[in-house]
């Protein structure tokens, strides 16, 4: 979680200047306000990514979110001025970030397929490879205590 935290707030110290000097793609402000409301109806219902957030986090989106919201009610993207529209995209991001946890990460592996030279890049989700992993485990604990050994007679 730290790892998360130092991530963010080294993407908020370098994000403006960024955003001044890229010119990003125009976002429609209606979807944006959408998905903005739809986030506060998954906190308040306790779904979703950032209904998991902690209580720092949650202070920050909420406040990210009202600064967002602020910014763009009222207005369409034409309205909006450069520093505007390079604010609105940071904030964007962040809230967009903040609600990835580290399940949501994907991790590409190369494997050699049993029996052939033939290496495979094999790409999953860090949550997916934690759910095969204990899957595999469990079914190699469930074939352990189902086995059965047969008694050794004189012919053994």
């Known amino acids: 979680m730290r790892a998360i935290l130092l991530g963010l707030m080294l993407f908020i ?7 001044q000097t890229l010119p990003g793609e125009p ?7 959408d998905e903005q409301k739809q986030i506060d109806r ?8 950032y209904a998991r957030l902690d209580e720092i986090s949650m202070q920050e989106l909420r ?3 009202r600064k967002l919201v602020g910014l763009l009610e009222g207005h369409q993207y034409e309205d909006l001025d450069e520093t505007q529209r ?8 962040f ?3 903040l609600g990835k ?3 949501d990460q994907l991790v590409c592996v190369r ?14 989700l860090v949550a997916q490879q934690r759910d095969e992993t204990k899957n595999s485990k469990d079914q190699a604990m469930q074939m352990l205590q189902n086995r059965t050994i047969a008694p050794c007679g004189p012919g053994c």
């Open 13 to 19: 110290a370098i994000a403006p200047a960024v955003g």
């Open 27 to 33: 976002f429609d402000v209606q979807t944006v306000l």
């Open 42 to 49: 998954d906190i308040d219902a306790g779904n979703g990514t």
């Open 63 to 65: 406040e990210r979110q």
């Open 86 to 93: 390079s604010r609105a995209r940071t904030h964007m991001i």
């Open 95 to 97: 809230i967009k970030y």
């Open 101 to 103: 946890t580290d399940d």
């Open 111 to 124: 494997k050699r397929a049993t029996g052939s030279n033939r290496v495979e890049r094999i790409c999953k």
